[in-house]
């Protein structure tokens, strides 16, 4: 054969020589109409393929195809001559050789076409006299390639690319244990309710409707129910006590948890709300869930006279005096706005030392403030978008670290979610109402400190709110988007808000409800 050694592309197949066999066919790319051809070779008994009377664009599966390819997209296995047959070639008689004819034939026989003349690719008598190469892998006619001397090679490859991918998927998999650090096994879902007022329905309506809500999210298999504190929001809610709501779903439901998001603290004397949630505690059998916070709304304090610029020490007092409340016997307390001496809260929690007591924060330094009290904390995408509680909760976890408190904390999240039969369905059943919310909570923003908040809120277009303050959609998109926000932000309890803005139908809401407990839930627990 000579000391030439063939190119990785291509090989000079002689079918003179001796010692040289047929070439085999090994694959090829889509089958063709007219012939028998499979991935493998040509059927047993199968003519050649005849050509084209047409001029496909493409190549066929047997490599019949338009004049201007010069390729057959055959894969040929034409290995290289041994010094064994080279050597014994004088003493082998003609008749256990094949012939130059039948060693040509298999390449001849489908490969007339491609060429449109009944020239014989790889004998002797081609021009070149080689074989032109094919890439097996792409997607535009190739041209062919001998897999024999390129067996190693390829081998040698795939394993490159198998270890290629390995380190991929290991990189995928680290990154989403540092996102999920403070994951628990399952996820907690409860259903969020403002006990919505809609337009057209009476106060009466609006309660039906809502405790009809509660006691649905039990049978489907929620985990909790969390009720929202609002004040002076005609034909938005109707739920400004939810304490005593609460008490009404207790005696309503046998397992559900009774959250609370939230209950605003500066609007409430400490000892009446220490009395009143462990008092709730009692008579739910341990089923209380307390998240606190200041409220964003303006209008609330200035409803109840209290000034807005106090509620941050309002706040602060307030929840001090309720752990002292439930954790100690007696207790006396001197601060700013509250003074106590020697006080006994009766009753005691049910749950010892008192019931989960989560925080609400809006801003990246109240959620640091929380961080460093070592206190679980409840966000809600609501005038946050989903991008900046993200940023949030990471400076929530370093004050956290900096304090000295073990583990990570942990985070609950309320978030506005929407399940219909198609992504379209969602958009169509929920604009109206999410953007009369965004508008209104627009409006009321711009009387405070939120202002540029407020102007955000104003300009918002829904496609901005699919975006950013939602997940609305098809099952499967709803569940791969809370999928891929439990591992960015690593919630353990997540709140879902069927109601934004108040505008859709009870019969939706439920219907929302369902799919969501029976296609989405199960994908996060």
Known sequence: MGSTKPSRSTITVRASRVGVRAPRVVGCWRRCPGCAWSTSGPSRGSAACAPSTSRPSSVNRCGTGSSSTRSTVLALAAPRPSRRSTT??????????????????????????????????????????????????????????????????????????????????????????????????????????????????????????????????????????????????????????????????????????????VQVLPLIHPLRLAEDVATLDHVSKGRVDLGVGRSGLPEHYTGFSIPYEESQERFD???????????????????????????????????????????????????????????????????SSIGELERYVGAYHAAWREAGHPGRGEVGVILPVYVAETDRRAREETEASAMHFYRSVGKALLAGPRRAVGERFRRMSFDEVLRDFGVYGAPERVAERLEELRHAIGFTKLAVWMNVGSRVPHERVLASMRRFAELVAPRLR
């Not at 002797?124 to 067996?151: E, V």
């Not at 879902?189 to 509660?214: K, N």
């Not at 700013?336 to 006994?344: G, M, N, P, W």
């Open 317 to 383: 007092e307030t929840l001090e005096i309720l752990l002292k409340a439930w954790t100690e016997e007696r207790f006396t307390y001197e601060g700013k706005y509250f003074q106590f001496h020697d006080v006994c809260a009766v009753p005691k929690p049910y749950q010892k030392p008192h019931p989960p007591l989560r925080v609400a924060a809006t801003s990246e330094e109240s959620y640091a403030a929380v961080g460093r009290r070592g206190l679980p904390i409840f966000l809600a995408v609501r005038t």
């Open 88 to 261: 014994a070639a004088s003493g082998s008689s003609a008749a256990s050789r094949p012939s130059a004819r039948s060693r040509s034939s298999t390449i001849s026989r489908c490969s007339r076409a491609a060429s449109g003349s009944s020239s014989r690719i790889g004998t002797r008598s081609s021009a070149s006299g080689r074989i032109p190469s094919a890439s097996w892998r792409s997607r535009r006619p190739a041209r062919l390639r001998t897999t024999s001397i390129r067996r190693g090679r390829d081998s040698s490859s795939r394993r490159r690319s198998d270890a290629s991918r390995r380190r991929r998927t290991e990189a995928r998999r680290h990154r989403r244990q540092r996102g999920a650090e403070s994951l628990a096994t399952t996820v907690e879902i409860g259903l969020f309710t403002e006990f919505e007022w809609r337009p057209g329905v009476d106060e009466a309506q609006a309660f039906d409707d809502s405790l009809t809500q509660t006691t649905v999210a039990e049978e489907l298999g929620y985990d909790a129910v969390w009720l929202a504190e609002l004040h002076f929001q005609k034909e938005r809610s109707v739920l400004a006590s939810p304490l005593v709501v609460g008490a009404t779903i207790a005696g309503r439901t046998k397992r559900v948890k009774i959250g609370f998001a």
